[in-house]
Structure formats: structure tokens, C-alpha cells
């Protein structure tokens, strides 16, 4: 039997505190798309994608009503291609771009992840041409992200990679001169790039993940911060000051309880979906990175446990207390 | 298993030791008690309890004793389980939560709308705090079109009587109260 208070806690999530699925990810294996014939190439990639992800976004849709849950957005992260296009030149891998960004409009997902490299210890000629075509394979497409992984703990850091990354960055921008280099939004650079990322534009399946699996993004600063406000407004609500006064273990157990319910929402929409699409359960990726909305921040969550300020929010003083939009959207 | 043979309820103002007294008589006459629901609304007690009583005559003086027993104040009654009586809607179980501001007539109204829906309460309770209204509620549904025309409905008469009204999946409340995850439905 479910406590009525635990289920006006989680209605209060959702309800009060905008609690959604940032994004459902399908990741997906496209290492056996591999040929050195472009046109099959790309073929065998749309092939796939629409193979395995046509019902994504409908059997969502049916998850989303049947818990009464929003999920904000639908999207896939394929293998990286500078490995599935081994061989390709630039000019093939733009092609491969814009495959992809086809492929993603025919499944209706709103971006596609993994036109990306890992180079953290050194570079292919394909890697290479990565690189070179990213800025026209960017600004060609809509829905394609890439991420570059210059770097891990265990090879270190390939400051040739780096060098290239900062210069693909600059002609990314370039390239998209009259959008205020908007483009770049889709371009990461990664130390420790994990293999299962369900968050763009860092998203791509990595090595050792099965070949189509679903992986899920949930949003968490704005339901501890609000939980944590409640702590403290309980706790400062009573007769007894001295005998109510929060220990570090009371909000650890807060934060805590939170996560709990919040990582659940993300596995039950998961599980149900992989069930559905009849794929394998991957993960629940727990973010904690802002998003526009007030108090959906961790520097927020920690100035409500006492800190005085987080972060450079002076800056923003100039606008009048708030974030320009072109942040904004960066910061999705 | 014996088969279940009569329904007891007790309503009574509420008082320490009256589950006691109930198991008290009910052992001392050799009667099976095959399940039991017991709450306490507004200070008074209620429970309904499923029998298996195999002398029919012990069954014939119960609820007279039994009102001897908890003392004055106390409604007893004991009816014969019928079998096969339910007409149960199979189909997912949801969760209806609904406050606001009290008005009369709310309940009447969600019942209504849920009934027209061909929804089942299997669990419903309704506490008025004041001038505030919460209404909790279990809800089995036989399809999942009725849950997308409950939930239009539900939505308006939300906004008629100013509720907040949610209905969501039982699993959902599963999942983030319990530790253990269950994969499926019927997974209890």
C-alpha cells in the first residue's frame, strides 16, 4: 500500500515543480554499415535508423499518455562516424551528415548524435577529415550533433586534437557567421566522453553497448531545489527552533529521497519504452546542468543550503537580472 | 482453502481495544477470518472482515453479540458472501488526486464522470481540512481510450470546480516509493 503523502509528494513533483523527461535517446550500432561504396554506405545508415527507430517517437507518445509523464525530446546517438566511414574523405562524411540528418527528419526525433571522433590519443586520416568537414556538415543540417573526445584520464590529453578542436570551433562559427554561430550548439568537446550519454549534442554509442538500447535524460536541480526549500520552510515552521534545526544528514537524506523518486520516474519510462520497442534498457542519466527556467540550477540548490553565490551572475546584472535568450538556448 | 461464507462490518465510535474484542468472539466461536480492511474516519472505526464460519447457527447470533460485546454505540452487521456477485472492470490501475477549495457536490461529480468512463473506485477517500478538499482515489480503467476521454473530462471539471485534479498510472507511484522495481503490473 502507497502512502497517500508519497503520492501527493510525486503528483507535487510534476505538478509544482515541472518534473519531465529531458529526453528519451536511442542509441544504436551502426558499425555494421560500414562499406567503402558511399552510396551503400549511406543507405545501409538510413536503413537502419528508420529500421529501429520508426516507432520511437509514436511508442513515446503512447509512454507519455499512459503515465501522464512529458517527455521533452526524442532523439538517437549513433557509433561514431568517423569509425562507421573509416576510409571516407570529407566531402562523403558531409554526405553521411546529411543521411543522417534525413534519417532523423523520417523518424520524426528532433537531433541525431554521434558525428563525432575519439582522438584522445591520436587521429586517422577519416578522424582527420572529421574535423575538416565539420563546419560545412553543420551548417548543412539541422538535427546532426558531434562530439570530439580529445582527451581521457587514462591517455591524457592530445593537444594536437585540442589545437584542431579550437580551430574547427572558430570555422564552425564561421561558417554560420549569420546566425551568431548558433551552430556551434551542436559541437561538444569532451575529456572522458562516457559511452552512454543520453544528452546532446554529446550523445554517441559508444564501444561495449548493445546495438540498439534506450537510454534515458532526467532534470533534477529544479525538483531537489524545490524539495530543499520545503525542508527548510518545515523545519523553520516550528515551535521549537533549537529542536528543528536541519543537520547536513537531513538534507543528504532529502537529496537523496529525491534523486530516488526522480532517477525512478526516468527507469519506469525507460523500461516500459525499451519493453515497447521490444530493445534493451540502457540507463537513466540523473543531469544537473541548468536549463532557462528559474531555479532549475545546482548553483541554486547549493545557495539554498547556505552558500551566498554561485557562479558569475553578476554578469547578468547588465541585463537586467536576466539571461539573454541566445544563452539560453545554449544552455538546454 | 474454505470458501469465504459471510461479511461483517463494524462501525463504531473509535476506542482502544476493539479489534481485540472482535478476534476475541470471533476465535471463541471457531470462525475464520479470511481477510480484513480497518480504518478510522473521523474518529470513528469501521472494518469489514471476510468469514469462513462452517456452523451457520453460530453465524445467525453474531452480530447481536458482537454489539453486546463493543457496547453501546456500536452498528454490527453480518450478511451472507455471495460469490460471483462483483462486476470487476479488468484493465490498468490510475490514481486520482484532486484538492482545492471545498464545494458540495465535487465528489458526486468525479464519481460521475469516472462511472461514464467505465471506471472502477477500487480505493477512494475524501478528507475535508477546512475550507480544503483532497480527494485521493485508485481507479481501475478497462482501456486505454477511457483513460484519454477520463482525462479530457477529468480536465474540466477541474477547471468548473478550481480542483487540481491528476490522474496518473499506479506504477508511477510505485516506482518512486518503492525500492525495489517491478517490472511488471502484476509484479506485487
Known amino acids: 500500500m502507497i502512502r497517500s503523502d508519497d503520492i501527493f509528494e510525486t503528483i507535487r513533483m510534476f505538478q509544482d515543480e515541472k518534473l519531465d523527461v529531458r529526453t528519451v535517446t536511442l542509441g544504436l550500432n551502426l558499425d555494421d554499415c560500414s562499406s567503402p561504396v558511399l552510396a551503400q554506405l549511406l543507405d545501409k545508415i538510413q536503413a537502419k535508423i528508420v529500421g529501429t527507430a520508426g516507432n520511437l517517437v509514436r511508442a513515446t507518445r503512447e509512454v507519455e499518455r499512459t503515465f501522464g509523464i512529458p517527455v521533452t525530446n526524442k532523439r538517437i546517438a549513433v557509433s561514431p562516424i568517423a569509425r562507421v566511414a573509416a576510409g571516407h574523405g570529407p566531402d562523403a562524411l558531409v554526405k553521411v551528415a546529411e543521411r543522417l540528418d534525413t534519417s532523423a527528419a523520417e523518424v520524426d526525433v528532433d537531433l541525431i548524435g554521434g558525428f563525432s571522433a575519439t582522438v584522445e590519443k591520436g587521429m586517422t586520416p577519416t578522424e582527420a577529415a572529421l574535423f575538416t568537414c565539420l563546419p560545412e556538415a553543420l551548417s548543412v543540417t539541422g538535427r546532426v550533433c558531434s562530439a570530439l573526445s580529445v582527451a581521457s584520464s587514462r591517455a591524457g590529453i592530445n593537444m594536437d586534437a585540442v589545437l584542431r578542436a579550437g580551430q574547427t570551433i572558430r570555422d564552425t562559427a564561421d561558417a554560420d557567421r549569420a546566425n551568431d554561430g548558433f551552430v556551434c550548439a551542436k559541437l561538444v568537446v569532451f575529456a572522458n566522453i562516457p559511452e552512454d550519454n543520453p544528452f546532446m549534442a554529446g550523445a554517441a554509442h559508444g564501444v561495449g553497448e548493445a546495438d540498439a538500447v534506450i537510454n534515458i535524460g532526467v532534470s533534477g536541480p529544479g525538483v531537489v531545489h524545490r524539495a530543499l526549500q520545503r525542508l527548510i520552510e518545515r523545519a523553520g515552521s516550528g515551535t521549537n527552533a533549537a529542536e528543528n534545526r536541519l543537520t547536513l544528514a537531513d538534507i543528504a537524506e532529502e537529496i537523496k529521497v529525491t534523486a530516488f523518486r526522480i532517477t525512478r520516474v526516468g527507469e519506469l519510462i525507460g523500461r516500459e519504452l525499451a519493453q515497447k520497442l521490444g530493445l534493451s534498457f540502457g540507463i537513466v542519466d540523473l543531469s544537473l546542468a541548468p536549463t532557462p527556467q528559474i531555479g532549475d540550477s545546482i548553483g541554486e540548490i547549493l545557495e539554498t543550503m547556505g552558500i551566498a553565490k554561485i557562479g558569475e551572475s553578476d554578469r547578468f546584472v547588465h541585463f537586467g537580472g536576466r539571461i539573454p535568450a541566445p544563452l539560453h538556448s545554449l544552455r538546454n | ?188
Do not use: W
Not at chain 2, 471476510?50 to 457496547?71: F, I, K, P, W
Not at chain 2, 484493465?91 to 461529480?109: F, K, M, N, P
Not at chain 2, 467505465?118 to 477546512?130: A, P
Open chain 2, 1 to 188: 482453502m474454505s470458501p469465504p461464507s459471510h461479511i461483517l462490518t463494524v462501525l463504531t465510535p473509535d476506542r482502544r481495544g476493539i479489534i481485540a474484542t472482535i478476534m476475541s468472539l470471533l476465535d471463541r466461536k471457531d470462525i475464520k477470518v479470511m481477510e480484513l480492511s480497518q480504518t478510522v474516519v473521523r474518529d470513528y472505526f469501521t472494518i469489514i472482515l471476510v468469514l469462513h464460519c462452517a456452523n451457520g447457527s453460530v453465524a445467525d447470533a453474531l452480530a447481536h453479540e458482537l454489539e453486546t460485546a463493543l457496547s453501546a454505540g456500536a452498528r454490527v452487521t453480518l450478511v451472507e458472501y455471495l460469490s460471483g456477485r462483483a462486476q470487476v472492470t479488468l484493465g490498468e490501475r490510475y490514481i486520482l488526486t484532486a484538492s482545492g477549495d471545498a464545494s458540495r457536490g465535487v465528489v458526486h461529480a468525479f464519481a460521475e464522470i469516472v462511472a461514464n468512463r467505465g471506471g472502477n473506485f477500487s480505493d477512494l477517500s475524501t478528507r475535508e481540512d477546512g475550507e480544503r478538499l483532497t480527494i485521493l482515489a485508485e481507479i481501475d480503467l478497462p482501456s486505454e481510450d477511457a483513460l484519454e476521454q477520463l482525462q479530457i473530462d477529468l480536465e474540466r471539471a477541474g477547471t468548473e470546480t478550481g480542483l487540481q485534479v491528476r490522474l496518473q498510472h499506479h506504477r508511477l507511484f510505485v516506482a518512486t516509493n518503492e525500492v525495489a522495481f517491478r517490472r511488471f503490473a502484476d509484479d506485487s
